[in-house]
């Protein structure tokens, strides 16, 4: 799976758009973009998913830069219950790899009142 | 209703026991993992499992042994259990092994004295 690279924490507003960049400038044509969160005490939560289309669902935004280098997770109205950690991953979904997720460090958002 | 559930949530044992933490699923997924966060929080993939079969064993050891009951189960029961066991492990499961999410269980926090 393709290295991703997140800023370790960010800090946002509540109610302002939440930015959370990714880089994952060795990804190949076969690997999609996942997002993850981890809410303090809990277990992962699957946010969003793409190839090459920015996609958009209940929670969140995904773009993916035209090269695919890159990406961009957006929370459009960030609350307090949105303060977590944020994972970007990069696979290939199969048996090969035992369909397992390479969590990294992630990225700390904190939604600040 | 929970989704992935695991039992219990809280294990604090001596070194050198064995113990055992289960795991429910009520989504009608075919495939379950184990996931183990460690103290700085990394989350690293452990055991696969599709149709109560291993799929994927990363690296860890034989101490280690999960059993699959039915599709719905995957216990993993642990001996002799050693300081550097004490982490967080996570149980979740999919839908085939393709992009469709994982969904995690909220964690069993194992504490070895």
């Known amino acids: 799976d393709a290295k991703t690279t997140q800023p370790p924490s960010m800090d946002c507003a509540e109610g302002r758009a939440a930015n959370l960049p990714c880089n994952h400038s060795?990804?190949?044509?076969?690997?999609?973009v996942y997002w993850y969160r981890q809410i303090h005490s809990q277990g992962p939560q699957y946010i969003i998913h793409?190839?090459?289309n920015n996609e958009t669902n209940e929670m969140a935004s995904l773009i993916i830069t035209e090269d695919r280098k890159s990406s961009t997770l957006i929370l459009p109205h960030a609350t307090l219950r949105d303060t977590a950690v944020y994972y970007c991953?990069?696979?290939?979904?199969?048996?090969?790899?035992?369909?397992?997720?390479?969590f990294g460090g992630g990225t700390r958002l904190m939604v600040k009142p | 209703d929970t989704a992935v559930s695991q039992t219990p949530k809280y294990l604090v044992t001596q070194m050198g026991n064995d113990k055992s933490i289960k795991c429910e699923q009520n989504?009608?997924?075919?495939?379950m993992y184990w996931y183990k966060q460690d103290s700085k929080k990394f989350l690293k993939i452990m055991f696969s499992?599709?149709?109560?079969?291993?799929?994927i064993n990363e690296t860890v050891p034989n101490r280690f042994s999960p059993k699959s009951p039915d599709k719905a189960h995957l216990n993993l029961h642990i001996n002799s259990l050693e300081l550097g066991d004490s982490a967080v492990y996570f149980c979740?499961?999919?839908?085939?092994?393709?992009?469709?999410?994982?969904?995690f269980g909220d964690g069993t926090r194992l504490s070895i004295l």
């Open positions: 793409g190839l090459k």
């Open positions: 499992y599709n149709n109560k079969e291993l799929i």
């Open positions: 989504l009608g997924h075919d495939t």
């Open positions: 060795t990804i190949s044509g076969n690997e999609y």
């Open positions: 979740a499961s999919s839908q085939g092994f393709n992009n469709q999410p994982q969904h």
């Open positions: 991953i990069v696979r290939v979904p199969g048996v090969n790899a035992g369909n397992m997720l390479t």
